[in-house]
Every structure is written in C-alpha cells, then in structure tokens.
C-alpha cells in the first residue's frame, strides 16, 4: 500500500498566516500539523508517499526532505493549482499504479492514528473505506448516506439539506478501482474534482464502498479556532520537561515543557505550555495551552490559549488570549493617543477593538 498526502491547498481561512507559510507547517504543540499525519502513515507501516504540492512546495519540501526522518520515501507531486481532492487522485496516477492507497489530507488532525483503519481495508478490499464523523452543521462538508446495515449509499459534498450528520473525516482508502471513477469526473459546481462524486460513482458501478465512524478526535485544522483547539488538545498529554534554563525567581506549575537554550526569568508559567528552543520568557506570565514558538520573546506580557509561531516578540502587552500569532511578528503597545488605533493588518484579516 501507497500513501497519498494532499498540501497543495493556499489556506484561505488561515489568512494572513497562509500569505506567508503553507497551512500545513502551522505548528500546533511545536510541531507543524502535517507531520502528525506523516507519523500516523509510517506508524500503519506505509514507506511509499507522494505528496501533492502546489505553490508553498518548497516550503513544505524544507520541512519533510526526502521523508527519511518519519521512516518515509517521499515522491512530490506538483499540482498547478487546488483543482479538487479527485484531481490530486488524478496526477497522482503514475505514482500510484496499481497498488492501493491510503489519501491523507496534509491539514487533517486524527487522534488514534490510522493502523486499525488500514488492516481493516487489507483485510477486507473493498474498492473503498471512508472514515466518517458525526458533526453539529454538515452543509460544511462531504455528507454520507448510509443503509440500515452502515454501507454507505450515497455521497454528497456540501449539501444544502443534508441527509445525515455524518461528515467524511479526511482520511480515505481506495483500490486501484478509483482510478476509473476518477478518470470519469467532470468538475463540479465549485469547478472541482470532488472526490465525493469519485466514490459515488464507485457505489453506482455496484462496488463496495465501507465506511466506519471514528469515536476518537478529529479536526479539520483550515482555521484559527480549530487549530487553537487541536494545540489544547495535543498539550493536554505533554510531560513535563526543563532542557533549558529556569531562574529561582520563576515559577512552574503543571505540565510545562521548556525546551533546550530556552530561558525563563522572573516568570510563571501554568501548563500545559511549551516553551520552544531558544525562546526567553522575562517578567511575563504564560498561561495554559500555549504553545511559544523557537527563538520567541515574551517580556512584560501575559498571554494564555494561544500559538505564538517562531521569532514573534512580544513585549509589554497586558493580556493576550485566543490568538496565533506568526512568524517574525512584534507585537507592542500602542501609544496613548487618545481615541485612536494604529493598524497594519494583512489581507482578509480579522481584528476585534474594545473602546
């Protein structure tokens, strides 16, 4: 069995973080949300991945290299622009030839893992495995139909009056038989390949298409909120760690990870909280669920349920909370001009004043 990772897509709802950086390389627990799904891949003992990439590809190549690192070939696959889930199937086909697959999408976050999803499709061979979810507004998703005895139906992508609460997980196995359906697409209303109307033709042609509902997390990470609560989540299991330097004057509390070069002074710091390589936290408070970023400066500060990406300063701000905050970014106050704000925002950005 192959693996197929798309990290081609621009990361519209991640603006202006995504101008600058492929949405996949985030980090969320100091580590970029792609390579969680990259773990999982190797640990259900695939070798063999292409990767779809588009216009951040060098970017992401920086990052995952030859794949060796997470015990992974990697193949990089260029896709000229994000013309749906079915057209990386699509470019992806001489890669692929005639083996299975599993297709992972890059900013996808799973608890548990794949392995029991893949033994079950060895196991099984259907021409193809969904993972499904129940989710509280499904117009925002690939929507599943299913039978009295759970074999899907009937697929729909976004439906305006869906028929279940059933939203596919972005995780899929196919047989070679995909490639067929694929092959017979014609780009959707979106003006893209959907890979829905792909396993809908696969149900149409009399193939059987599984499905199984995960009880474990999962999130799609294409947005502030859900990559602020994947982070809670992910630090929620941390073990606490000192590898770099923490003064008599600071204070740890819970489950903190200070990584090597990193240095607390004057401080308190309440977990889960990582601080990265080489950050300083100087006469500032670090509350839960933040992770701070490597090389990163926090000084006269307070900030908590937050991702600060690496090299951010931060520098006398009274509180901060439910923020990402990218790379490279200073943050300050503002002067005491009375009735007045200064901006410099990015495109499509979002910013919320009090008086």
Request: proline share 5%; glycine share 10%.
């Amino acid at each position: 069995m192959k693996a197929l990772v798309l990290a081609g897509g621009s990361g519209t709802r991640l603006r202006p973080i995504t101008h600058t950086s492929a949405k996949q390389l985030v980090p969320v627990a100091g580590k970029p949300v792609l390579f969680y799904g990259l773990e999982a891949i190797a640990a259900a003992g695939i070798t063999e991945l292409g990767m779809v990439v588009g216009d951040t590809q060098a970017e992401i190549e920086a990052a995952v290299g030859d794949g060796s690192a997470f015990g992974l070939q990697v193949t990089y696959l260029r896709q000229e622009a994000p013309l749906g889930l079915a057209h990386g199937v699509l470019i992806a086909r001489e890669f692929l030839g005639d083996d299975d697959f599993v297709m992972y999408l890059g900013d996808n976050f799973i608890v548990g893992g794949i392995t029991d999803l893949v033994a079950r499709f060895t196991r099984e061979r259907p021409a193809a495995q969904i993972m499904l979810t129940e989710v509280a507004d499904p117009r925002q998703f690939g929507v599943a139909e299913l039978d009295a005895s759970g074999r899907v139906v009937g697929l729909e992508e976004k439906p305006a009056r869906p028929k279940s609460d059933l939203a596919l997980v972005g995780v899929y196995l196919f047989s070679p038989a995909v490639h067929a359906a694929v092959a017979e697409l014609k780009p959707s209303w979106r003006g893209e390949l959907e890979i829905t109307d792909a396993i809908q033709w696969l149900i149409e042609a009399g193939l059987r298409v599984e499905s199984s509902v995960i009880t474990g997390y999962w999130k799609d990470t294409g947005n502030v909120s859900d990559m602020l609560e994947v982070n809670r989540l992910v630090l929620e299991s941390v073990e606490p760690r000192v590898s770099g330097h923490v003064d008599a004057a600071s204070d740890l509390v819970g489950r903190v990870v200070v990584e090597p070069g990193a240095v607390v002074e004057r401080s308190r710091v309440v977990g889960p909280v990582i601080i990265g390589a080489g950050a300083r936290i100087r006469d500032s408070y670090v509350g839960p669920f933040t992770s701070i970023g490597a090389s990163c400066t926090v000084s006269g500060s307070e900030i908590e349920y937050s991702i600060v990406l690496p090299r951010a300063s931060i520098a006398g701000v009274g509180r901060i909370e439910w923020s990402l905050i990218g790379h490279d970014v200073e943050v300050t106050p503002a002067p005491h001009t009375p009735r007045a704000h200064r901006l410099v925002l990015g495109d499509h950005s979002k910013v919320q004043i009090h008086g």
